[in-house]
């Protein structure tokens, strides 16, 4: 059910065989498939993937029908339900899924390292001998998608070594893109931890080896220049010298550009390398460029008992940056279901059959002591912290160790065996029975706890869990007495360990007891920037102990209290889902909270759209009702400001939330990161190397370099509002788009404007000054300082308080500083001068940031995003934008913001760099009845919906009624689109009705298009008999007026009664 996915790949990331994969595909591709009214698509979410499709397919021979994907689904009505296999064979489902693995592969749009991100990636373990429903091979799959073409495994005899190498069957494989993949391999069940470590240990001195021959070369190459490839070669090499332990893909990739260059050097004759045998010694430990990951897993026997000394030595040295994941299932799986020591205590298994009545071994607490570990305890009802978990594992510089709950067929799961695998997971976590945590021992460092509890509160009795089990249900029947004995054990266990786990995880500061807190912070989080937010502010916050999910707190534990929540928004103005039983219960909540309690909010989100802090709002409404008191008012986080306005949105909250709370504000020094740059020895660039550099630039953030084909005025020229009519021509370009996209322009500074800045600023550097940059904005390479600061900084935007503290740093007099610190000063300067960072530089010369500093110390040039006005099928190689250019007012006059500066000087012929970025929602299909409603360039979306249905139209598609609801101010000056739209309305009046408001026009009386909403009788037969769709367009202010008129048009503007309703 297409209209109830979220896409959020939960249901990709269970199954067990890796049969059921999300394809990102473009609209040509999901037309293009054998059975196309199967292969359902919708428009891809996220800004990654604007223009693409995102589509599930299953390989239906290989599913095993064990439901997992189905559980795991967390909407209602479930997005995904079971077949017969027979019906999905005829309808042709495996044709469509050999079409889509014949598909590109596009896992590199996306960051892999999140939980939807790493779906996307292809499984380089697959399809393997695993039972239906296997609770193991989810979170080997998993570990293959997120670094499978560098690891290596070590595998310990057992069931991951039966589904995982029974030969001639292997689950294993490589990337089709890259030809790479996991290097496995097995010895034996006792010495699993040995054999991955002198893995480890080979691979440590090989790379060794082959730096200092690397070092080598490019020292001898630096006493030569002008040698081709080899020059070119040694440039990588340095550039591979500097970045070989950092632990991602990028040597990886580094390397391809290498590759063909040793070939070349290498069979060349004409080598001029005067140590051809050094290239030669490189090239032979190759297979070293990457910053390999080793991994050693196994089940619990081995880990546990049989291999538990050689685990422990190898995690007892901090040198050892190896990473261990265990799947746990408790028992000795292979051979039978005997004992082990992760058998839990009460459960009747072989060797046990009275019931286990010792205590299972807590490993990861084990090796938590030696606190040098990375360790963490993860489980599939998480995925998002199971994701998190192994990244971390990953990325940490010593020994991980990682235990996972696997569900096994050998635990008697009732009553559907593994087909309730998922829910047994979260059956497991919600009782307590299998804690979820992390112990970052890199916190510490950091002066924080390296302890993180991710499942705080036991949300069921241990014993709902233990009546799932066919292990623990025997026991009952044929002990009963002793059953009640250990199952009583257990459940004080599971309540002790957890107080002990709460009291860990608690950052008590000062205080004696988690109690002496009288502050509770609390976070609803979507992607996890209000949890981060909340847990900065925790630490910074004097009575708080720490940052909870509201998830893991009742609304009763704030009675009382003081609590600062930090709430994003998600969706349509929803709460996130970690907050949202805890709204439901403040709502449902009859009680008033106690005298004393009091609260503040902290919201983020996008301004751009109309339930702007919408979930911050409910809860600031429900506690309000609750008769808590609002000790400052909420803080507005805009993610949509193109002068950071999140971090200037928390600084202004904070100014005030500290007081409120008796507390002085934090201290706050600056923090700079300088760029990593150098100055060049050249006196300047040519054109061509420093367009080099700027493409290396624009292509780390994701755009395209298009030509402009047309300019049109749209609005009666010399008016003082300029609407004009950009045409992009997109043509071969990877820039596919679908109605109710926009495009992104990222705005370049005038190159005369920024010269003229820097050489008044500054007397040591200008323009045309050369530096090489280290990564910094996706370049490594030399690049000028005017091409920096003409396509990376803002110089001439808008600033906020954060620079002008920065660069107080650097000031030496006190009053000055004094004066740049003060927040007055600065609306001062933005209101009357319209100041922009170049301003401020240029005031505040004495306050001189080395080059390093200030070019971290300007934010880059954020992208502006404008409504695509054409429709993909009609014009699928251009794309036109509607653009109203903005003007500044202040005091002193006016000014121009970078992107219109930019925008009013392009002409035909000219470039810009843009992406596109995706629409919130899906056009309407041609068998809808629509009502747009847009104003100014907010016709722009509706333009292109309506040239779609008169580009169908006109090809013999059957559409349905669409009307347009278009206002401006001047109908002479502003009726934008007017020849076009009055053609159409002519043309295609069987479907198509134009609805125009002009407010302006006439003095004294102005009418808006909320004002015809309400008369016409269109919007009742095409929204209310004929189910169609509104689509509004326009400023924050039109859709509250525009409700209330489209409620009188459905009711009638005097009967009360039917308007209620």
């Known amino acids: 059910n297409e209209n109830s996915c979220t896409q959020c790949n ?39 993937l604007a223009g693409k499709r995102y589509t599930l397919q299953i390989s239906p021979l290989d599913c095993t ?29 495996d044709e469509n899924w050999d079409y889509a693995m014949s598909l590109p592969e596009r896992g590199d749009l996306v960051d892999k390292y999140s939980l939807k991100g790493s779906q996307f990636q292809t499984p380089l373990m697959e399809f393997s001998g695993a039972c239906s429903g296997c609770g193991e091979t989810p979170y080997f799959k998993m570990i293959t998608q ?42 034996l069940f006792e010495d699993n931890a040995e054999y991955g470590f002198g893995m480890f240990s080979s691979m440590k001195h090989r790379r060794e080896r082959l730096a200092a021959n690397v070092r080598d070369l490019v020292h001898e190459v630096g006493l030569y220049s002008n040698l081709g490839d080899l020059s070119e070669l040694v440039s990588f090499l340095d550039e591979w010298l500097e970045m070989r332990n950092e632990k991602s893909d990028r040597c990886t990739l580094l390397f391809d550009k290498m590759k063909p260059l040793f070939q070349s050097l290498l069979l060349s004759g004409n080598n001029t390398c005067q140590n051809k045998a050094l290239l030669a010694r490189i090239w032979a430990d190759r297979d070293m460029f990457p910053k390999l990951s080793q991994w050693i897993v196994g089940g619990d026997g081995w880990a546990y008992d049989i291999g538990y000394g050689g685990l422990d030595h190898v995690e007892a ?101 593994l087909n309730d695998m998922f829910d047994e997971c979260r059956f497991a976590v919600e009782s307590g029975y299998w804690p979820l945590y992390r112990y970052n021992p890199e916190l510490v460092a950091a002066g924080k706890n390296p302890f993180i509890l991710d499942s705080k509160r036991l949300r069921r009795d241990v014993t709902s869990f233990l009546q799932r089990e066919g292990r623990f249900l025997n026991l009952e029947k044929n002990h009963p007495q002793i059953a009640e004995e250990l199952h009583q054990q257990m459940n004080l266990d599971v309540k002790h360990r957890m107080e002990q786990m709460q009291k860990r995880a608690a950052d008590y500061k000062s205080f004696s007891s988690q109690d002496e807190a ?11 920037t209000a949890e981060g937010l909340a847990r900065e502010f925790a630490d910074a916050c004097q009575l708080s102990h720490g940052a909870d999910a509201m998830a893991d707190i009742d609304v009763d534990e704030i009675d009382g209290t003081t609590t600062i929540f930090f709430v994003s928004t998600a969706g349509q103005g929803s709460m996130p889902r970690n907050g949202t039983e805890f709204l439901k219960q403040l709502n ?24 702007f802090l919408k979930a911050a709002k409910d809860i600031e409404e429900a506690m309000l009702k609750l008769g808590a008191k609002c000790i400052h008012p909420l803080g507005e986080g805009d993610d949509s400001c193109a002068d950071e306005g999140l971090a200037e949105g928390l600084h202004q909250w904070q100014q005030g939330i500290f007081p409120a709370l008796g507390l002085p504000k934090p201290e706050e020094v600056p923090h700079i990161t300088p760029v990593a740059l150098f100055f060049s020895k050249r006196v300047v660039l040519s054109e061509l190397e420093d367009n080099h550099a700027i493409e290396q630039y624009y292509k780390s953030i994701g755009t395209e370099e298009v030509r402009i084909s047309g300019v049109e005025q749209l609005s009666e020229e010399g008016h003082n509002r300029d609407f004009i009519a950009f045409t992009l021509q997109t043509g071969s370009k990877d820039l596919s788009y679908e109605l109710g996209d926009s495009l992104e322009i990222f705005p370049k500074n005038d190159e005369e404007d920024v010269g003229s800045f820097l050489r008044e600023y500054s007397t040591e550097w200008d323009e045309r000054t050369v530096i090489r940059l280290s990564h910094a904005f996706g370049v490594h390479d030399e690049i000028s300082v005017g091409a920096v600061f003409t396509n990376v900084l803002d110089i001439f935007g808008k600033p906020n308080m954060s620079f002008l503290q920065k660069l107080a740093t650097f000031e030496e007099d006190a009053e000055k500083r004094k004066v740049m610190l003060d927040p007055t000063n600065l609306r001062h300067l933005c209101q009357d001068k319209c100041a922009t960072y170049a301003d401020l530089l240029l005031l505040y010369k004495s306050a001189r940031p080395p080059l390093a500093a200030l070019l971290a110390m300007i934010p880059t040039i954020k992208g502006r995003s404008y409504s695509i006005t054409t429709t993909p099928s009609a014009s699928p190689d251009s794309v036109e934008l509607c653009i109203l250019i903005n003007i500044f007012w202040c005091k002193e006059g006016i000014r121009y913001g970078t992107a219109s500066n930019m925008l009013r000087k392009l002409k035909i012929g000219d470039t810009v760099f843009c992406r596109v970025k995706s629409g919130s929602m ?8 629509v009502i747009c409603v847009g104003i100014g360039s907010g016709v722009a979306p509706h333009m292109a919906l309506i040239r779609d249905r008169a580009f169908a139209s006109t090809n013999g598609v059957k559409v349905s009624p669409l009307s347009l609801y278009f206002g401006n101010r001047f109908e002479a000056r502003e009726f934008l689109y007017r020849s076009e739209l009055e053609q159409i309305a002519t043309e295609h009046g069987d479907w198509f009705t134009l609805h125009t408001a002009f407010s302006r026009d006439v003095i004294g009386k102005k009418t808006y298009v909320q004002d015809l909403v309400a008369v016409n009788n269109d919007i009742r037969e095409n929204l209310l008999q004929r189910k169609g769709l509104l689509y509004v367009c326009g400023n924050r202010n039109l859709p509250e007026p525009l409700r209330k008129s489209v409620v009188e048009s459905f009711a009638g503007k005097n009967d009360e009664k039917s308007r209620s309703e």
């Open 10 to 48: 939960q249901c990709v990331a269970v199954c067990p065989h890796a049969v059921i994969r999300p394809f990102i595909v473009t609209r040509d591709e999901a037309d293009g498939a054998p059975h196309p009214n199967l292969f359902t698509s919708v428009k891809a979410l996220g800004s990654e």
């Open 65 to 93: 029908g064990c439901n997992a994907c189905v559980e795991a689904c967390p909407e209602s009505p479930k997005a995904l339900q079971m077949q017969d296999v027979e019906d999905v064979l005829a309808g042709g489902g």
């Open 146 to 187: 997120l670094f499978g073409e560098r690891m290596i495994i070590a595998n310990a005899t057992g069931c991951s070594t039966i589904w995982g190498g029974s030969f001639p069957s292997n689950p294993y494989t490589i990337s089709k893109k890259s030809g790479r993949g996991p290097a496995w391999a097995n010895s």
């Open 317 to 417: 040295f901090q040198s050892n940056d190896v990473n261990v994941l265990v799947v746990d299932t408790e028992m000795y799986s292979n051979t039978g279901g005997q004992s082990s020591k992760a058998t839990p205590i009460g459960a009747s298994v072989m060797f046990a059959k009275g019931g286990k009545s010792q205590k299972k071994k807590n490993i990861g607490s084990i090796f938590m002591t030696y606190e040098h570990c990375y360790v963490a305890s993860v489980c599939l009802s998480n995925q998002s912290q199971l994701v998190q978990a192994l990244v971390e594992a990953d990325h940490y510089d010593g020994p991980s160790f990682v235990v996972a709950y696997a569900p096994c067929i050998q635990q008697q799961v009732r009553p559907e065996g």
């Open 518 to 528: 009288t502050v509770k912070v609390l976070f609803a989080s979507e992607t996890g």
């Open 588 to 611: 449902a909540r009859k009680k008033s909270f106690a005298e004393g309690t009091s609260f503040s909010v902290m919201g983020l989100g996008d301004s751009s759209y109309y339930f």
């Open 922 to 929: 899906e056009p309407p299909k041609h068998d809808q009845s």
